[in-house]
């Protein structure tokens, strides 16, 4: 399902990903890359929960994620951006114990690790971490697309606009970029 989409090459530290360049946008951050697709829409923004967020938004954001490589064993991953509780109650040598919902565990292509769901009405992310060998580890998020879950009021309105990508088919597109990633030699 993937061959015709364009090939996104991270020579340092070294993997590849195929994605809809028709449809999302690539692009770099520190060591990060991160995959995104919107659409023009001013709306209210369901997760300002501070002064700091800005109450209305340009955009609906219907996709976004970011990969990263460490070059850390996943038990050293897991500590330095997890810490805390995850590392002191859930943290098992090289696995993390299972709670569902919070803690999951996953596998995507070739790809075997876990899921851990972090938010508070219905915003925050999916932070998935999968050992790539003993020194290293993919760390991906994935942030929750409020605007289109039931949790908001309007949502319905949301998913007819021109050009969204449904939770449905945002998923699925998530699951076929991941299959598609490649450590490169």
């Known amino acids: 399902e993937t061959k015709d989409w364009e090939i996104y090459q991270y020579k340092k530290p070294g993997f590849e990903i195929r994605y809809p360049a028709d449809i999302l946008t690539v692009s ?6 991160i995959l995104t697709h919107s ?21 609906l954001t219907d996709f976004r994620v970011t990969l990263e490589t460490i070059s850390k064993s996943f038990k050293q991953t897991i500590a330095t951006y ?23 565990k996953m596998s995507i292509g ?4 876990y899921r851990i ?11 998935y971490y999968f050992p790539l060998d003993q020194n290293n ?7 929750f697309i409020t605007e289109l879950q039931p949790i908001i009021r309007n949502h319905k309105e949301y998913l007819k606009l021109p050009g969204i ?12 970029i991941l299959s598609s990633f490649k450590i490169l030699k």
């Open 28 to 33: 770099k951050e520190g060591e990060k890359v």
């Open 39 to 59: 659409i023009p829409f001013e709306h209210p923004n369901p997760c300002a929960f501070s002064d700091e967020a800005p109450a209305t938004v340009e955009e």
């Open 82 to 104: 997890e810490g805390g509780s995850i590392t002191q109650y859930y943290l098992l040598d090289d696995t993390l114990r299972i709670e569902p919902g919070f803690i999951d």
């Open 110 to 113: 070739e790809l075997n690790g």
């Open 117 to 127: 769901t972090k938010g508070v009405e219905g915003c925050g992310l999916f932070t």
């Open 137 to 143: 580890t993919l760390k991906v998020e994935r942030s």
């Open 165 to 176: 990508i449904p939770p449905d088919e945002e998923e699925k597109l998530f699951d076929r």
